[in-house]
C-alpha cells in the first residue's frame, strides 16, 4: 500500500464500518503498523460514487482487513495523453 492508492475499508478492518458504512479511501499516509496487533493508522479521503473525495479522514483499522481497489479516474474526468494537442 502507498500513498494514491483506493482501499475497502469495511467490516474485516473494524465493526463501525460494517454493513452500509463501508468505505472507498485513497489513501493519503500509513502509520506504522502495531507489530502486536496488525493495527494501523491510516489517513485519506473519503470517495463518493462518483469517485470524488468528500471528506477527509482519519481511521484505525485492522491492516489485513484493508481491500485493495483498482486505481479508476473519477467520472467526467479524463486521463492526461502525452504529445502534442491537435487544436481546431
Known sequence: MKSGDVVLIGAACSVQFSR????????????????????????????DTKGLATAKRDLYVLRAGLRMQRRSAPAGVQPRRSGSRVTA
Open 20 to 47: 452500509d458504512r463501508a468505505l472507498m479511501l485513497r489513501l493519503v499516509s500509513i502509520g506504522e503498523t502495531d507489530p502486536y496487533n496488525d493495527w494501523i493508522w491510516i489517513t485519506g479521503y473519503v470517495l
